[in-house]
């Protein structure tokens, strides 16, 4: 039952990789400065996507998947979170102007949390969970 849903995580996983290394091979990110916005979109997808996958493999795991999407939001919001400051702690986001550094760690962590909010909404439905989690409670 978890084999679609982890391949839809797999696939994600890998297009992201494979985006990421091609636009830093080719500096993309310089080039397209808003790619960062699928990217983040993506791996918050994936977290809340592998988060969600993690908790059914739990023994007692009905008090995260009542709230499915509050779930991977809450796991893309802290991910990503942690990814900005650990942007900040390295020097990979500084270079440009203040409001500039707010405006795209808002946004990418905007964008992580939506990932993590659709991930909320359609792997219940590939995880057959929804239903089994209402009725138990």
């Known amino acids: 039952r ?4 982890l391949f839809l995580l797999a696939l994600v996983a890998f297009c992201i990789a ?4 091609m636009a ?3 500096f993309w990110y310089w080039s397209y400065p808003l790619l960062d916005v699928p990217m983040h979109f993506s791996g918050g997808l994936f977290i809340g996507g592998f988060t969600l996958f993690l908790v059914t493999s739990l023994k007692d795991y009905g008090q995260f998947l009542r709230k499915p999407v509050q779930t991977a939001f809450a796991a893309a919001l802290i991910i ?3 990814w900005e400051v650990f942007e900040t702690l390295t020097g990979i986001s500084t270079g440009g102007p203040v409001w500039y550094y707010w405006y795209d760690s808002t946004k990418d962590v905007i964008m992580d ?3 993590g909010m659709t991930a909320g909404l359609v792997f219940p439905k590939l995880l057959r969970i929804g239903s ?6």
């Open 2 to 5: 978890h084999i679609i849903p």
């Open 18 to 21: 494979t985006v990421h290394i």
């Open 24 to 26: 830093l091979v080719h």
């Open 80 to 82: 990503g979170l942690g």
């Open 113 to 115: 949390s939506l990932g």
């Open 132 to 137: 089994e989690s209402r009725r138990a409670y």
